[in-house]
């Protein structure tokens, strides 16, 4: 199949352009060329250069490359989406379109932006969708437009142009931008004997996914034919609550030390999360395992060693501002714990 990839150098990218391209697909990554990934891609991988922002200006090359399946791993906004489908229609079989679990109504409940009692149990691809639209407004202002719900009514509605939308969990692994367990790995690595955490935070559930098996759940998507005008869920089979996913980094990085939790009211403020952890976002995966046969490519052990080795020997810069252990110490001193 000819697959054509907007974006595909950087995180999530990569992995999924070299999974396919392990298959044997024809692939070509459409990026504007500045990241240094898009320099190493895998052999036999064409570059096309442009702007994700102006696609219409490429259509002829489009068009020339005739795309069975667009894999579109960064459609923001409704503009994005609309400029998606149009240009794509007619040229393209199909489309796929990277989303997030921050569609849901629950999602929003966690970050206190919806109203209403948490919702319980795993979520479905029909659970309730945000009704606040552009939730990061006034947060961040590249990403004003920024609305996940409006992007997938787009896609799933066009009338001669298939979509398929897969809802992603937390993803990590080699190339996380965001580092979101390195806050965790580095206090392990200065050796630290105790990681303070609230209790709420604690016990909530979050779905996760590592980053190739993320990849595979694409290629998937991309592949079978039967995904069109499907909307899936990827992630692991169960979230682990944040204390046993942290015991998880902790096995993988050797720390014998302990995790204590404690209430809210006794931590330092920096260490009380400003999320509703009543609301877990569990997600279940169950149709893209059964449609698809998605399963996971990666032992959890496996994929937490290959985490801890990038993470380790790619730190973030200015690791100073996100490790401050002085309240920590004089809440642990408190307490008598050295």
Not at 15 to 30: S, T
Not at 37 to 52: E, F, I, Y
Not at 78 to 106: H, K, N, P
Not at 258 to 263: A, M, N
């Amino acid at each position: 199949m000819k697959i054509l990839f907007l974006g595909g150098t950087r995180f999530i990218g990569p992995h999924a352009v070299k999974r396919m391209a392990e298959l044997g697909h024809e692939i070509v990554v459409y990026n504007r060329g500045q990241s240094s990934d898009a320099q190493s891609l895998p052999k036999g991988v064409a570059s096309l250069t442009g702007d994700r922002a102006r696609l219409g200006e490429s259509r002829d090359a489009f068009r020339a490359f005739s795309p069975d399946v667009v894999v579109d791993l960064f459609p923001y906004s409704e503009a994005d989406a609309r400029q998606l489908m149009e240009t794509f229609s007619g040229i393209a079989g199909r489309v796929v379109a990277i989303s997030s679990c921050d569609v849901y109504q629950a999602f929003g409940r966690v970050n206190r932006i919806e109203s209403g009692p948490p919702e319980e149990g795993a979520l479905t691809e029909q659970s309730p969708l945000c009704e606040k639209r552009y939730p990061l407004r006034g947060a961040r202002a590249d990403l004003s437009d920024y609305d996940k719900v409006l992007v997938e009514r787009v896609v799933m509605s066009h009338e001669s142009l298939p979509g398929t939308i897969l809802r992603l969990p937390m993803v990590y692994g080699p190339g996380d931008y965001q580092h979101r367990l390195y806050p965790y790995l580095q206090q392990m690595r200065d050796g630290r004997s105790v990681i303070l955490m609230e209790e709420g935070f604690a016990s909530w559930r979050w779905s996760r996914g590592y980053v190739e098996d993320i990849a595979e759940a694409i290629c998937l998507a991309a592949l079978h034919e039967k995904a069109a005008g499907q909307i899936y869920h990827v992630g692991e089979e169960f979230g682990l609550p944040m204390r046993e996913w942290v015991e998880r980094i902790a096995a993988g990085a050797g720390w014998r030390g302990e995790i204590v939790t404690v209430p809210a009211a006794d931590l330092p403020p920096h260490l009380v999360m400003d999320i509703e952890t009543g609301q877990h976002i569990q997600l279940d995966t169950s149709k893209i395992r059964s449609e698809l046969g998605y399963a996971e490519r990666l032992s959890p052990e496996e994929a937490m060693s290959r985490t801890i080795a990038w993470e380790s020997a790619n730190p973030p810069e200015n690791v100073a501002w996100m490790i401050d252990y002085t309240a920590e110490d004089d809440y642990l001193a408190r307490l008598g714990v050295k």
